[in-house]
């Protein structure tokens, strides 16, 4: 149970040999193999438990403008777009916000809060294969978002709730 599943080598790989490169395909593939284990497990990283209590906070306190965190009061040290963009997944699938009822829903809290960090990885991904393909050829575009994708810190931080992905991606 990694990251990027055993099967997607199996997949990804011989599709990107054998058949013609559309962005598109791309864009399938790369949701097919990564969605699916975004919320395999728990909020595991100490800052992704604080980053999504921020967002639930703005939430909560219908304060957007202001990121607070509950222990420490204002908090200011990292990039408020991190904070939009995970209580808006929040909102957006219906994660539950109240106190004592983060994991009381049908919804998976920490699939919401890793939503935005995936997309945006996705993103960078899909933009980086189509400037190699616009250079170098569709066919070395598709192999450069693989090897991204396949690359530990990436395939990582895809699935993390973390500030790096919006800078990254």
């Not at 055993?6 to 997949?11: E, I, M, N, S």
Request: hydrophobic share 55%; proline share 7%; glycine share 10%.
């Amino acid at each position: 149970r990694g990251i990027l599943p055993g099967w997607a080598a199996v997949v990804v790989v011989p599709a990107a040999v054998l058949a013609p490169v559309h962005r598109d395909r791309l864009l399938v593939a790369g949701t097919v193999i990564g969605l699916p284990t975004l919320g395999l497990g728990g909020l595991v990283d100490p800052w992704e438990t604080h980053y999504a209590e921020v967002a639930r906070e703005m939430l909560v306190r219908r304060d957007f403008l202001s990121p607070w965190w509950a222990n420490e009061g204002w908090f200011t040290t990292k990039p408020v777009l991190t904070f939009w963009l995970e209580a808006a997944s929040m909102w957006l699938f219906g994660a539950r916000i109240g106190p004592d009822e983060v994991l009381a829903g049908h919804a998976h809290p920490e699939w919401a809060v890793r939503f935005p960090h995936f997309a945006l990885a996705l993103v960078g991904a899909y933009l980086l294969a189509d400037g190699v393909g616009r250079v170098c050829g569709k066919r070395a575009g598709l192999f450069t978002a693989i090897a991204l994708w396949t690359m530990p810190g990436f395939a990582l931080l895809s699935h993390q709730a973390m500030t790096d992905m919006p800078l990254v991606g």
